[in-house]
């Protein structure tokens, strides 16, 4: 097996370069990157929901006190601050439970309330692009296929985002795994496309063609030309689960994370509030805009063209590509006013 290439990103509110610790690298890249006559049968039998499942089972579901570590090393390793949790700590007694800890994020990820702002879906690691072929954020069929991520016979869906804008948030299994609103507006849509359970590291999502949209994955799409909404349009937020991922719980909460409903159409959503919960592991979401309707962060735009940063999505893409760790509900965009339509009742 040749050597690997390192991955690092960039920690926004620091500004450092960080060497990311990626899990169980090695066994991925031997499942992905071996050039042996099984690989394809293993990866089917690897990126199965039976599979998915019986390894969450392992990682996450014993308990810690079956295990050769407490809970203290397993939070010293993950680097998880348990003084945001909702939870006290006693009650945290299995991974399980800790990857799918609630966070006062009404205090530890504040969000700027300006209405022209989009803000981040997760905590996570997050690359920006366009659909536009005439756009300098073009990158067609390397994370996802754009007529695939919608799912077969999503015409209008398709048609609404050609050419559109999208932000790629990858979470790593130390992230808090709720999804929160990026935006406010009314659901039009929401369904789920049947698929793998591909990994998300870096190494595996370069190995493997488009498997963003390989994966299983809740679409929904939230119309915000409505009264109350930010007014960029229509906004698709793609939920993709990965390995180990069982499953994306929809459990909307208007005020923190009381009384979770279900997310239906005709909903309106806030944003900043929580949407879903990935359980557990790592996952990713993207969120497309429409063309023209948002412009994304500078920094983040910058950070991916830094040419002294080692990404694999670089090295494996042929073109700089470097993610930028955020907070959720940081500001990643803002809304492009020039020609906006009127809103909607």
Known sequence: MTTAVSHQYIDRESGRVVDERLYADQLL???????????????????????SQLLGFLNYDLPFSSMSWGIDRFVRQLGVDLSECVEPVEHLDSPRKLFQRQIRYWETRPMDHDPNQIVAPADARMLVGSLAADSSLFLKGKFFDFEELFGLGRCPWLEAFQGGDYAICRLTPDKYHYNHMPVSGVVRD????????????????????????????????????????????????????????????????????EQPLPVTTGMFLTKGQPKSLYRPGSSTTVVVFQAGRVRFCDDVIRNMARMDVESRFSVGFGRSLVETELKVRSTIGFRLCEGAPQEKE
Not at 29 to 34: E, K, M
Not at 42 to 51: F, G, Y
């Open 29 to 51: 890249r031997w499942i992905y990157a071996a050039p042996w006559e099984d690989r394809l049968w293993i990866l089917r039998t690897v990126t199965s929901a039976r599979t």
């Open 190 to 257: 929401i369904y789920e496309v049947h698929g793998r359970y591909h990994s998300c590291n870096p190494g595996s999502v370069v190995a493997i063609e488009t498997p963003y949209s390989k994966n299983v994955r809740t679409v929904t799409v939230v119309d915000t030309d409505v009264s109350e909404g930010t007014r960029v349009g229509l906004v698709a937020l793609v939920e993709i689960v990965a390995l180990m991922i069982g499953r994306i719980d929809q459990c909307y909460s208007a005020r923190r994370y």
